[in-house]
C-alpha cells in the first residue's frame, strides 16, 4: 500500500497514512480532533477542512456551497487521502478539547462549583455532610512490631495484626505482587509503612503498601462522565475538602453526538477501542492537569468514583454496548464491581480503584442514581421529581417508600447539537435571549460576554419562549411568515429568524435558527416534558403533589425556568418548587467518594429504582404527540402559560 | 331477574352547531340552511342527549374525472362526468342528496392546472343551479390550492360555504381567507386526535370561531383501517363530550373518495373470479364504509354512488327515528 503524509495546519503535525484514509481518521491519529456530531457519516457538515495541496478523492456533499468549494473546503469525513497533502483546519471545525476556562467553569458549574456553597447552607441534606465521613480508601501509618523468637508472625499477619490494633476491624491483604515485595518492603523501611485500606467489601482490604509516612496524602476524583460533557473534581479525602472542579468535552463526540450513534460506532471496526481510548484519554489529561495545578503526587491519588449513563459507563470500560440497543435493551452490567484504576487504563496510583455508581437500566444510568443520592430523593418522606436534562433527559420520581424513573431520548438539542448555530455551552454561546415585542430587536448575553458564536440549550430555551410570546412562532413551532421584519427571511431550508447579524458575530455568518431547528427542538422538549408526564400519569400523582423538583445537567446551570415552562419543557407548577442542583451527578460521585455509607446507599437506591421503558409503553406515543405543541396541546396543563396573540 | 339497568353519560359539552349556507337576509344567496352538530350524546343515543340535526350527505363532484374512475361509478354517472354542474343537479335530484361537495381537482398543477378564474367560474355557476350551501374542495397541492381557493371564497363572500382542507403545514391562508368572507373551515388530520386538536387551535388562534370548524380526521375504507378511523373519532368526540371544546366540532368523513380506491370496488368480476357482483360490490362497499361512519360520529358523509346515496340517506332516516 502506499504511504501519504498529510500535513495539518496551523497545528503543523504531520501524520503518514494509507492512501485512501479519511482525513478526519488521519486527523485523529496525530490528535487533533475534530467536530464530527454524526460520526463521520457526512450528514452533520461540522468537520469542514481547508485543502491547500494535494490530489484527494471526496463524496459529494449537500452541506458544501459552491462557493465553499471553490475556497477548497471539503468534509473531513468524506475525503479520502490520494497524495501527500497539506490541510487547513478552521477553528470552527475543532472540537475544542482545552479544559474550560475558569471563568467559565464557575458559569457551567454554578451548581458544583460557586452555587454548590449556597446549596450547602440553604439545604444542608444536599450537602456531603448527610453521610458520615468514611472514605472509599482510607490511608493508616502503621509501626510495625519487629518479629523475634518470642513472636514469630509472618509479615503478612504482623501487618494485618497492626492494622486491627488501629481500626478494629480484621483487614485482608489483597494482590499477590503486594505479598511478594512485602518481606523485603517492610524490613528496609524499619518496619514503618503507610498502608492504603479500601471499604467496599465486607472486609477492609489493603491494596498498597508503601514505605514511611504519607498517611497524610490522600486524594481521590469524582468524575462525572456525560454524553457530551466530562466534569471531574479533585477530593482531599482526609481534608474532607474538593480542591477544585473541571469540565471538558467528551472526545467521543468525534465518533457520533449521542448514545446511540456512539453504540453504533462501538460495533464498527475497532469502534469499541477508539471510543475507550477517546474517554479514558480526557480522564487522564483532566487528572494530570489537576495533579500539576494542585502539585500533588499522582501516587496519593488511590480511587476515583465514577457516574454516568449506562452507555458511558460500557465504554469507559471497554465493555460492549451493542445489547443495549437491541431488544430488550439489556445492559451488560449495571452494578459493576470495583476495579483496579489501571486495569480500566486511569493512571493513577497503579493500585489506584475505581468505582462506578450503579446503574438503574440500560438507559438510566449512574448518573440518576448518584443524582438521587445527592439530592436525597430516596430519604424524603415527600414525593420528588429529578429532571436530568442532557443529551438522554433522564427522570426520577419518588420518596423514601418508592422511586420510578425513565430516559427519554431528548437528543443533543439542548447541548446545541445538530442544529444549524447550536453550540455547546461554551464561550461565546449565546445563554440569555430578550426580544422587544414590535420590533423584534435582540438583546443577548453570552457565556464569558464574548462576541456571539452561536446559541446554547438554555440560550434556544429562552429564544423559543420569547419568539412565541412576540408571536413569530405559532404554537406549532413554525415561523409567521406574514411578519415583515428583516430578520424573518426565507433560507436554504425554509424560514429562518435572524438572532445576530453577521456583523455583530465572531463567526462571520448570521446566527440564526430556522424551522428545522424549531422542529428539532420541539420534539427534544417534547420527548423530556412526556417523560415526566408519563412517569406522573403511571404513578397516578398529580403535578402538585409534587412537594421539589430537582432539575440537574450542565446545561441546567443556567436555565430559566420560566421559560422553560412557557415552552412546555418543564410543567407549569409554582415555581418555588423548582430547585438547581448543577451537576447532581458529580455531587452524587463525590458523596460517594467520601463515604462508604453513600457508596452503599447508592448500591441499594439503584437496585430499589424502577424503570418504565418508554418505547415499550403505550401511551409514550399518545402524550408526546400531544407534547410536540407549545406550550402543550391539552392547554389545562398549562394554566398560566399565555402567549398574547 | 333483576331490573335493567341503564347507563346514562352526561355530556358536559355540546358538540358546536355548525350552519352552512346564508340567505339572502344574511348577506348570501341560499334557499335552503343546513346545521350541523349540536349534540350533546354519542351518536345515535338518544337518550343520553341531545341529537338535534341528522347527519349529511355530500355528493362528490370533481371538475375532471381521472381515467382511472372505476367502471360502476363511470356507468352511474355517464354523461354526467365532464358536465360538473348538471353533475351535481342529478345528484341533488335523484339521488337525494342533501348537498354538493365541489373538488376543484382541475386546479392541480398535473391534473389540468384550470385557473383560479375557471374555478370561480365553475363554482359561481354551480350556486345559480343549486338551492343549497357548497362543499369546495382544492386539489391538494398547497400552494395551488392557496390561489385558488381564496378566490372562490372572496367570490362567494357572504355564502357560508364549506372549504377545505386545511392542514398543520398550511393553514394560514385559507383560514384568513374564511375569516374574511364568513366560510367554514375543514381542518384535517392524519387519523390523530393531538393532531387535530392542535390543527384547531392554530386556526382559532388566528380568528375562526369555534363553530366555523369541520374536522376531517381522515378515515380509511372498510378493509383500509376503518376500525382505525373509529377509534380516534370515537376519542375525539368523547373527549369533546366531557369538555373539551378544541375537539367539540362536527366531523365530516371522505367515504366516497375512500370507498372506490380499495380494490374491492374497483376490480371486475373477470380480473377477479370469485369476487361476487362487480355492479353490487363497489356499491355496498361504499354503504358499509358509510354505515360505520355514522355510527363513529360523522356529521357530513361525502358519497359518489347515487344508489349507495339512496340507501345510506334511508338508513340515516331509520337510525334517526327514535
Same mark, same amino acid.
Given at each position: 500500500?502506499?504511504?501519504?503524509?498529510?500535513?495539518?495546519?496551523?497545528?503543523?503535525?504531520?501524520?503518514?497514512?494509507?492512501?485512501?484514509?479519511?482525513?478526519?481518521?488521519?486527523?485523529?491519529?496525530?490528535?487533533?480532533?475534530?467536530?464530527?456530531?454524526?460520526?463521520?457519516?457526512?450528514?452533520?457538515?461540522?468537520?469542514?477542512?481547508?485543502?491547500?495541496?494535494?490530489?484527494?478523492?471526496?463524496?459529494?456533499?449537500?452541506?458544501?456551497?459552491?462557493?465553499?468549494?471553490?475556497?477548497?473546503?471539503?468534509?473531513?469525513?468524506?475525503?479520502?487521502?490520494?497524495?501527500?497533502?497539506?490541510?487547513?483546519?478552521?477553528?470552527?471545525?475543532?472540537?475544542?478539547?482545552?479544559?474550560?476556562?475558569?471563568?467559565?467553569?464557575?458559569?457551567?458549574?454554578?451548581?458544583?462549583?460557586?452555587?454548590?456553597?449556597?446549596?450547602?447552607?440553604?439545604?444542608?441534606?444536599?450537602?456531603?455532610?448527610?453521610?458520615?465521613?468514611?472514605?472509599?480508601?482510607?490511608?493508616?501509618?502503621?509501626?510495625?512490631?519487629?518479629?523475634?523468637?518470642?513472636?514469630?508472625?509472618?509479615?503478612?499477619?504482623?501487618?494485618?495484626?497492626?492494622?486491627?490494633?488501629?481500626?478494629?476491624?480484621?483487614?485482608?491483604?489483597?494482590?499477590?505482587?503486594?505479598?511478594?515485595?512485602?518481606?523485603?518492603?517492610?524490613?528496609?523501611?524499619?518496619?514503618?509503612?503507610?498502608?492504603?485500606?479500601?471499604?467496599?467489601?465486607?472486609?477492609?482490604?489493603?491494596?498498597?503498601?508503601?514505605?514511611?509516612?504519607?498517611?497524610?496524602?490522600?486524594?481521590?476524583?469524582?468524575?462525572?462522565?456525560?454524553?457530551?460533557?466530562? +466534569?471531574?473534581?479533585?477530593?482531599? @479525602?482526609?481534608?474532607?475538602? &474538593?480542591? #477544585?472542579?473541571? !469540565?471538558?468535552? $467528551?472526545?467521543?463526540?468525534?465518533?457520533?453526538?449521542?448514545?446511540?450513534?456512539?453504540?453504533?460506532?462501538?460495533?464498527?471496526?475497532?469502534?469499541?477501542?477508539?471510543?475507550?481510548?477517546?474517554?479514558?484519554?480526557?480522564?487522564?489529561?483532566?487528572?494530570?492537569?489537576?495533579?500539576?495545578?494542585?502539585?500533588?503526587?499522582?501516587?496519593?491519588?488511590?480511587?476515583?468514583?465514577?457516574?454516568?449513563?449506562?452507555?458511558?459507563?460500557?465504554?469507559?470500560?471497554?465493555?460492549?454496548?451493542?445489547?443495549?440497543?437491541?431488544?430488550?435493551?439489556?445492559?451488560?452490567?449495571?452494578?459493576?464491581?470495583?476495579?483496579?484504576?489501571?486495569?480500566?487504563?486511569?493512571?493513577?496510583?497503579?493500585?489506584?480503584?475505581?468505582?462506578?455508581?450503579?446503574?438503574?437500566?440500560?438507559?438510566?444510568?449512574?448518573?440518576?442514581?448518584?443524582?438521587?443520592?445527592?439530592?436525597?430523593?430516596?430519604? +424524603?418522606?415527600?414525593?420528588?421529581? @429529578?429532571?436530568?436534562?442532557? &443529551?438522554? #433527559?433522564?427522570? !426520577?420520581?419518588? $420518596?423514601?417508600?418508592?422511586?420510578?424513573?425513565?430516559?427519554?431520548?431528548?437528543?443533543?438539542?439542548?447541548?446545541?447539537?445538530?442544529?444549524?448555530?447550536?453550540?455547546?455551552?461554551?464561550?461565546?454561546?449565546?445563554?440569555?435571549?430578550?426580544?422587544?415585542?414590535?420590533?423584534?430587536?435582540?438583546?443577548?448575553?453570552?457565556?464569558?460576554?464574548?462576541?456571539?458564536?452561536?446559541?446554547?440549550?438554555?440560550?434556544?430555551?429562552?429564544?423559543?419562549?420569547?419568539?412565541?410570546?412576540?408571536?413569530?412562532?405559532?404554537?406549532?413551532?413554525?415561523?409567521?411568515?406574514?411578519?415583515?421584519?428583516?430578520?424573518?427571511?426565507?433560507?436554504?431550508?425554509?424560514?429562518?429568524?435572524?438572532?445576530?447579524?453577521?456583523?455583530?458575530?465572531?463567526?462571520?455568518?448570521?446566527?440564526?435558527?430556522?424551522?428545522?431547528?424549531?422542529?428539532?427542538?420541539?420534539?427534544?422538549?417534547?420527548?423530556?416534558?412526556?417523560?415526566?408526564?408519563? @412517569?406522573?400519569?403511571?404513578?397516578?400523582?398529580?403535578?402538585?403533589?409534587?412537594?421539589?423538583?430537582?432539575?440537574?445537567?450542565?446545561?441546567?446551570?443556567?436555565?430559566?425556568?420560566?421559560?422553560?415552562?412557557?415552552?412546555?419543557?418543564?410543567?407549569?407548577?409554582?415555581?418555588?418548587?423548582?430547585?438547581?442542583?448543577?451537576?447532581?451527578?458529580?455531587?452524587?460521585?463525590?458523596?460517594?467518594?467520601?463515604?462508604?455509607?453513600?457508596?452503599?446507599?447508592?448500591?441499594?437506591?439503584?437496585?430499589?429504582?424502577?424503570?418504565?421503558?418508554?418505547?415499550?409503553?403505550?401511551?409514550?406515543?399518545?402524550?408526546?404527540?400531544?407534547?410536540?405543541?407549545?406550550?402543550?396541546?391539552?392547554?389545562?396543563?398549562?394554566?398560566?402559560?399565555?402567549?398574547?396573540? | 331477574?333483576?331490573?335493567?339497568?341503564?347507563?346514562?353519560?352526561?355530556?358536559?359539552?355540546?358538540?358546536?352547531?355548525?350552519?352552512?349556507?346564508?340567505?339572502?337576509?344574511?348577506?348570501?344567496?341560499?334557499?335552503?340552511?343546513?346545521?350541523?352538530?349540536?349534540?350533546?350524546?354519542?351518536?345515535?343515543?338518544?337518550?343520553?342527549?341531545?341529537?338535534?340535526?341528522?347527519?349529511?350527505?355530500?355528493?362528490?363532484?370533481?371538475?375532471?374525472?381521472?381515467?382511472?374512475?372505476?367502471?360502476?361509478?363511470?356507468?352511474?354517472?355517464?354523461?354526467?362526468?365532464?358536465?360538473?354542474?348538471?353533475?351535481?343537479?342529478?345528484?341533488?335530484?335523484?339521488?337525494?342528496?342533501?348537498?354538493?361537495?365541489?373538488?376543484?381537482?382541475?386546479?392541480?398543477?398535473?391534473?389540468?392546472?384550470?385557473?383560479?378564474?375557471?374555478?370561480?367560474?365553475?363554482?359561481?355557476?354551480?350556486?345559480?343551479?343549486?338551492?343549497?350551501?357548497?362543499?369546495?374542495?382544492?386539489?391538494?397541492?398547497?400552494?395551488?390550492?392557496?390561489?385558488?381557493?381564496?378566490?372562490?371564497?372572496?367570490?362567494?363572500?357572504?355564502?357560508?360555504?364549506?372549504?377545505?382542507?386545511?392542514?398543520?403545514?398550511?393553514?394560514?391562508?385559507?383560514?384568513?381567507?374564511?375569516?374574511?368572507?364568513?366560510?367554514?373551515?375543514?381542518?384535517?388530520?392524519?387519523?390523530?386526535?393531538?393532531?387535530?386538536?392542535?390543527?384547531?387551535?392554530?386556526?382559532?388562534?388566528?380568528?375562526?370561531?369555534?363553530?366555523?370548524?369541520?374536522?376531517?380526521?381522515?378515515?380509511?375504507?372498510?378493509?383500509?383501517?376503518?376500525?382505525?378511523?373509529?377509534?380516534?373519532?370515537?376519542?375525539?368526540?368523547?373527549?369533546?363530550?366531557?369538555?373539551?371544546?378544541?375537539?367539540?366540532?362536527?366531523?365530516?368523513?371522505?367515504?366516497?373518495?375512500?370507498?372506490?380506491?380499495?380494490?374491492?370496488?374497483?376490480?371486475?368480476?373477470?380480473?377477479?373470479?370469485?369476487?361476487?357482483?362487480?355492479?353490487?360490490?363497489?356499491?355496498?362497499?361504499?354503504?358499509?364504509?358509510?354505515?360505520?361512519?355514522?355510527?363513529?360520529?360523522?356529521?357530513?358523509?361525502?358519497?359518489?354512488?347515487?344508489?349507495?346515496?339512496?340507501?345510506?340517506?334511508?338508513?340515516?332516516?331509520?337510525?334517526?327515528?327514535?
Amino acid at each position: 500500500m502506499d504511504k501519504c503524509k498529510v500535513l495539518f495546519i496551523p497545528d503543523n503535525k504531520t501524520v503518514v497514512v494509507e492512501k485512501g484514509t479519511t482525513l478526519l481518521a488521519s486527523a485523529i491519529s496525530c490528535h487533533i480532533h475534530l467536530n464530527a456530531a454524526c460520526g463521520g457519516d457526512g450528514v452533520c457538515g461540522k468537520c469542514k477542512v481547508i485543502i491547500k495541496k494535494g490530489d484527494l478523492h471526496c463524496e459529494p456533499s449537500g452541506k458544501i456551497s459552491l462557493e465553499e468549494r471553490r475556497r477548497g473546503i471539503h468534509l473531513a469525513c468524506q475525503t479520502l487521502v490520494e497524495s501527500d497533502m497539506e490541510v487547513e483546519i478552521p477553528h470552527e471545525s475543532r472540537l475544542d478539547l482545552s479544559a474550560l476556562s475558569s471563568d467559565e467553569l464557575k458559569l457551567r458549574l454554578r451548581g458544583v462549583f460557586a452555587e454548590a456553597e449556597d446549596i450547602f447552607e440553604a439545604k444542608p441534606r444536599l450537602g456531603d455532610d448527610i453521610f458520615s465521613y468514611a472514605p472509599l480508601v482510607s490511608k493508616f501509618y502503621l509501626e510495625i512490631l519487629k518479629p523475634s523468637f518470642d513472636d514469630k508472625t509472618s509479615d503478612c499477619e504482623r501487618v494485618a495484626r497492626a492494622l486491627e490494633e488501629k481500626i478494629g476491624l480484621v483487614p485482608h491483604l489483597t494482590g499477590l505482587a503486594n505479598i511478594r515485595k512485602l518481606g523485603a518492603l517492610l524490613r528496609s523501611s524499619d518496619w514503618k509503612v503507610t498502608v492504603a485500606v479500601a471499604h467496599k467489601g465486607i472486609a477492609p482490604e489493603i491494596i498498597s503498601i508503601e514505605p514511611g509516612d504519607r498517611a497524610d496524602k490522600n486524594f481521590g476524583f469524582a468524575f462525572d462522565i456525560g454524553t457530551t460533557t466530562i +466534569s471531574a473534581q479533585l477530593v482531599d @479525602l482526609n481534608k474532607r475538602v &474538593t480542591l #477544585g472542579t473541571k !469540565a471538558t468535552y $467528551n472526545r467521543q463526540a468525534t465518533f457520533g453526538a449521542d448514545v446511540i450513534s456512539r453504540i453504533i460506532y462501538a460495533q464498527e471496526e475497532d469502534g469499541l477501542e477508539k471510543l475507550h481510548h477517546a474517554v479514558v484519554d480526557v480522564v487522564n489529561e483532566m487528572i494530570e492537569s489537576f495533579v500539576e495545578e494542585y502539585d500533588i503526587d499522582l501516587n496519593d491519588v488511590m480511587c476515583l468514583s465514577v457516574a454516568g449513563n449506562t452507555t458511558m459507563i460500557h465504554l469507559l470500560l471497554r465493555i460492549d454496548p451493542t445489547f443495549i440497543r437491541q431488544e430488550p435493551y439489556v445492559a451488560v452490567a449495571n452494578l459493576v464491581p470495583v476495579f483496579k484504576a489501571s486495569e480500566v487504563g486511569v493512571k493513577v496510583n497503579p493500585r489506584g480503584l475505581l468505582f462506578c455508581i450503579p446503574g438503574v437500566s440500560s438507559y438510566v444510568g449512574g448518573d440518576i442514581t448518584a443524582g438521587v443520592v445527592a439530592c436525597d430523593m430516596h430519604e +424524603s418522606k415527600d414525593i420528588n421529581l @429529578l429532571i436530568d436534562i442532557g &443529551t438522554n #433527559g433522564e427522570i !426520577a420520581l419518588g $420518596n423514601v417508600d418508592w422511586m420510578v424513573s425513565c430516559a427519554a431520548s431528548a437528543g443533543p438539542a439542548f447541548e446545541g447539537s445538530g442544529l444549524t448555530c447550536g453550540l455547546r455551552a461554551t464561550r461565546g454561546a449565546i445563554e440569555t435571549v430578550k426580544l422587544q415585542k414590535n420590533t423584534l430587536e435582540v438583546e443577548i448575553r453570552t457565556i464569558g460576554q464574548d462576541k456571539p458564536r452561536g446559541i446554547c440549550g438554555s440560550g434556544y430555551i429562552a429564544l423559543l419562549s420569547e419568539l412565541l410570546r412576540c408571536g413569530v412562532l405559532d404554537k406549532n413551532g413554525k415561523i409567521n411568515r406574514t411578519i415583515k421584519n428583516k430578520r424573518v427571511r426565507s433560507g436554504d431550508s425554509g424560514y429562518e429568524f435572524v438572532v445576530i447579524f453577521k456583523e455583530d458575530s465572531s463567526v462571520e455568518e448570521d446566527i440564526v435558527v430556522t424551522d428545522a431547528d424549531l422542529d428539532n427542538l420541539k420534539r427534544a422538549k417534547a420527548a423530556i416534558y412526556s417523560g415526566i408526564a408519563i @412517569l406522573v400519569r403511571h404513578m397516578e400523582i398529580d403535578f402538585n403533589q409534587i412537594k421539589k423538583i430537582f432539575v440537574a445537567g450542565g446545561f441546567g446551570t443556567s436555565l430559566n425556568i420560566d421559560s422553560s415552562v412557557q415552552i412546555g419543557l418543564l410543567p407549569d407548577v409554582v415555581r418555588e418548587k423548582y430547585i438547581f442542583v448543577g451537576n447532581s451527578s458529580l455531587a452524587g460521585a463525590r458523596q460517594s467518594l467520601l463515604s462508604t455509607q453513600a457508596s452503599k446507599i447508592c448500591d441499594e437506591v439503584a437496585k430499589n429504582i424502577t424503570t418504565f421503558e418508554l418505547s415499550a409503553d403505550p401511551q409514550y406515543m399518545d402524550e408526546y404527540m400531544a407534547a410536540l405543541f407549545f406550550p402543550h396541546t391539552d392547554m389545562a396543563r398549562f394554566p398560566n402559560v399565555k402567549y398574547g396573540n | 331477574m333483576a331490573e335493567e339497568l341503564k347507563v346514562l353519560d352526561r355530556a358536559c359539552l355540546k358538540i358546536y352547531e355548525l350552519t352552512m349556507g346564508a340567505c339572502a337576509a344574511s348577506g348570501g344567496s341560499r334557499k335552503k340552511i343546513l346545521k350541523v352538530g349540536g349534540q350533546s350524546a354519542m351518536p345515535f343515543l338518544f337518550e343520553e342527549g341531545e341529537i338535534p340535526h341528522a347527519p349529511l350527505i355530500a355528493a362528490e363532484v370533481s371538475d375532471i374525472v381521472e381515467d382511472d374512475c372505476p367502471f360502476v361509478l363511470k356507468n352511474a354517472l355517464k354523461g354526467l362526468t365532464d358536465k360538473p354542474v348538471d353533475w351535481a343537479v342529478e345528484m341533488m335530484g335523484e339521488a337525494g342528496a342533501d348537498l354538493i361537495c365541489l373538488k376543484l381537482q382541475g386546479t392541480h398543477p398535473d391534473f389540468g392546472n384550470k385557473t383560479s378564474k375557471e374555478a370561480v367560474e365553475l363554482v359561481e355557476g354551480l350556486l345559480k343551479k343549486v338551492e343549497t350551501p357548497l362543499i369546495v374542495l382544492g386539489s391538494g397541492q398547497a400552494d395551488k390550492d392557496n390561489d385558488v381557493l381564496s378566490a372562490v371564497s372572496e367570490a362567494t363572500k357572504g355564502e357560508r360555504l364549506l372549504f377545505g382542507d386545511v392542514v398543520q403545514e398550511n393553514y394560514k391562508t385559507l383560514t384568513a381567507a374564511c375569516i374574511a368572507d364568513g366560510h367554514n373551515i375543514i381542518a384535517e388530520s392524519p387519523i390523530d386526535v393531538n393532531i387535530a386538536k392542535q390543527l384547531n387551535i392554530l386556526i382559532s388562534d388566528i380568528g375562526l370561531p369555534l363553530d366555523r370548524i369541520v374536522i376531517n380526521p381522515t378515515i380509511g375504507a372498510l378493509g383500509y383501517g376503518l376500525e382505525y378511523a373509529y377509534s380516534i373519532m370515537e376519542r375525539a368526540r368523547n373527549a369533546a363530550l366531557a369538555g373539551d371544546k378544541m375537539l367539540a366540532m362536527p366531523f365530516i368523513c371522505f367515504v366516497g373518495q375512500e370507498a372506490w380506491r380499495a380494490k374491492e370496488a374497483k376490480v371486475s368480476e373477470s380480473e377477479w373470479p370469485g369476487s361476487g357482483n362487480a355492479d353490487t360490490r363497489g356499491i355496498m362497499w361504499e354503504v358499509v364504509t358509510a354505515l360505520a361512519m355514522l355510527q363513529a360520529g360523522a356529521d357530513i358523509l361525502t358519497m359518489r354512488h347515487p344508489q349507495a346515496i339512496r340507501i345510506v340517506k334511508k338508513a340515516i332516516e331509520d337510525l334517526m327515528k327514535r
